[in-house]
């Protein structure tokens, strides 16, 4: 039997593909035009931009006349030197070692600080102190508790160390809090209502959910201290920094320009690894 004409439109609609009411939301939020809120905004936000380039005196002439003594100084590093490779060798060697326990010692002791700065676990009597603790240390940067732990336990890689375990407590801990702030909280719910204790909440309802991240961000806090233990041995905390100094000042650019690749090769490779780890649990 033959489709009559009023059937065909009805039978070409049936055949045609329906939207997802959700994907049809999405598709339709991206070209509402935009906000009164929003036009305002823009405004604020460029004036706050210039006012900040005047403050901090960004001069692009300036700019561009430096890039002439930018340019000597990258040619004054080739060739490198790798005369003393060996040094070179073993003190990014204690570097990796410094960021290793670093990350561990740092690690641990974020965790402790987020089970009590996460707003769906912690108690209100724990939950501010924590966060005011985390605020404190992140205030400061980690070249400042260098300095204290280097003038209290002497120049090496101990003080660098100890540097890096209580700087990673105000960065990283914040993130592992914000990490378990943002778990499903229907099982916690149902735990909770069938009189889960606090610790089989956490055990059993955050941490699984949670994980991935915490893992992520631990092999992001180990990248920042390989880099960072770089820069803590210019005061004397261990490291390849010390090496590097000394160099910069002594105008020894080849044995600079050795360290520097070293350096970047290192940091490219854990980068690498830790991206195929991220991939693995993601």
């Not at 108690?123 to 605020?135: A, T």
């Not at 991935?212 to 180990?222: A, D």
Request: net charge positive; proline share 5%.
């Amino acid at each position: 039997m033959s489709t009559t004409a009023p059937d065909r439109p009805r039978a070409a609609a049936s055949l045609s593909p329906t939207l997802d009411p959700r994907e049809r939301a999405r598709l339709e939020r991206s070209i509402v035009m935009p906000r009164a809120r929003t036009l305002i905004t823009i405004p604020l936000v460029v004036v706050a931009l210039f006012w900040s380039f005047a403050g901090a005196e960004f001069d692009f002439l300036k700019l561009g006349e430096g890039t002439v003594n930018m340019g000597d100084f990258l040619a004054r590093l080739f060739p490198p030197t790798w005369d003393k490779f060996g040094t070179i060798a073993a003190l990014l060697i204690e570097t990796l070692q410094m960021a290793i326990v670093g990350t561990v010692l740092g690690t641990v002791l974020s965790l402790v600080m987020a089970f009590g700065a996460a707003s769906n676990i912690a108690p209100r009597w724990l939950y501010y102190p924590c966060r005011w603790l985390m605020n404190v240390i992140r205030s400061l940067p980690e070249l400042v508790f260098a300095l204290m732990f280097v003038s209290a336990v002497g120049l090496g890689p101990f003080a660098g160390i100890l540097a890096m375990t209580v700087g990673s407590v105000g960065s990283i801990g914040k993130v592992f809090a914000e990490a378990m702030e943002s778990v499903d909280e229907s099982p916690i719910i149902a735990m909770r209502a069938v009189g889960a204790s606090r610790r089989q909440v956490v055990q059993y309802g955050v941490l699984p959910q949670a994980a991935p991240l915490l893992v992520s961000y631990t092999l992001l806090l180990f990248e920042g201290n390989v880099r960072g233990a770089t820069i803590l041995g210019m005061v004397g905390a261990g490291g390849i920094g010390l090496e590097l100094t000394t160099a910069m000042r002594m105008y020894d650019y080849g044995h600079l320009s050795a360290i520097v690749i070293c350096i970047i090769v290192l940091v490219t490779v854990i980068d690498q690894v830790s991206a195929l780890i991220r991939r693995k649990i993601t």
